[in-house]
């Protein structure tokens, strides 16, 4: 099996997408018509909305573009794919949910926490994360993305691992002191502290499930201007993907291009006493997927 990634790449002329073999970009559309697999071509978020109709072509495309000259340096990357909807699991390890202090119920007595990031709060690789002026205690979480690629309602958690068509990183940015609320007497205002725009940094690529290995030991972390904050292992979830994909199904009916940001590890600034500041750079990374890198813009707050 050859592995590859796709991505979407920003020209002049707009949006373009690529597959990359190895470490070597290339135009998609191109590609697929010089090997004959136009029926695989298309922009990235239909592929994956149509993942079981086009898998096995990409896969059969990626081989054949294996070694192949012709590669495009350095392009420039856009988000991979525009979220169908962004649901994103809450306190979801152990580590993480201690440095927030939240006290959490034995998993036996309890269910997966998920909220709701809107798809306007997506940017791409490089793209600047921007703190509005109410904001005075940003924060940082790399989060393996599980993007599916099939609909699905009522889901066991042995079967959830059909659903899935791949994986991308989230940078779930997060506005501290706007999650919380006392004029209501509900406390938590998770809308108000996850969805300003540009709070959802996505990418670089979208990996396809079958080039990705286990989903549940895999290394993730998060540096800012190159000092390490985060760094663990999905194995460290309470619920796993698959556990969060039964759950979700239980609500409401799933659909291919759905992305779950399935949880963060520890080491995220509320725990610290650190906060994002003006001109900080997030380099989020997850082992087999890359590097996402987010410049910080906030410019009420002081300069890093």
């Not at 940017?123 to 703190?131: A, D, H, K, M, R």
């Not at 079967?159 to 706007?178: E, F, K, P």
Request: with cysteine; net charge negative; charged share 25%.
């Amino acid at each position: 099996m050859t592995r590859f990634a796709l991505a979407t790449r920003l020209t002049p002329d707009g949006a373009r997408p690529m597959i990359r073999v190895g470490d070597a970009f290339h135009d998609l559309h191109d590609a697929a018509a010089t090997h004959g697999f136009t029926a695989v071509a298309d922009d990235v978020t239909t592929i994956i909305r149509d993942w079981d109709a086009r898998r096995e072509g990409l896969f059969a495309l990626a081989h054949v573009l294996e070694g192949a000259a012709g590669g495009i340096d350095a392009p420039t990357l856009a988000a991979p794919f525009e979220p169908r909807r962004i649901f994103a699991a809450a306190s979801n390890f152990i580590e993480h949910a201690e440095e927030m202090q939240t006290k959490l119920a034995a998993k036996a007595e309890s269910e997966p926490y998920i909220f709701l990031k809107t798809v306007e709060s997506v940017v791409g690789p490089n793209e600047t994360v921007v703190v509005p002026s109410q904001v005075s205690r940003p924060d940082w979480e790399v989060e393996l993305g599980v993007v599916l690629g099939r609909a699905g309602k009522n889901v066991a958690a042995a079967d959830a691992h059909d659903l899935i068509a791949g994986y991308t990183i989230v940078n779930d940015v997060s506005a501290r002191d706007r999650t919380r609320r006392s004029d209501f007497p509900f406390s938590h205002d998770w809308f108000r502290g996850k969805s300003f725009d540009s709070f959802t940094p996505l990418g670089p690529v979208f990996v396809p499930r079958d080039c990705l290995g286990d989903p549940h030991a895999i290394r993730l972390g998060l540096k800012v201007n190159g000092e390490a904050m985060q760094d663990g292992n999905t194995s460290e979830m309470i619920f796993n993907i698959h556990e969060q994909i039964a759950y979700l199904s239980t609500i409401l009916e799933l659909r291919s291009g759905d992305l779950i940001a399935s949880g963060t590890p520890a080491g995220v600034g509320m725990g610290r006493g650190v906060f994002l500041k003006d001109g900080d750079v997030m380099d989020a990374w997850v082992e087999g997927i890359g590097e996402l890198r987010n410049p910080v813009s906030a410019p009420h707050l002081p300069r890093a």
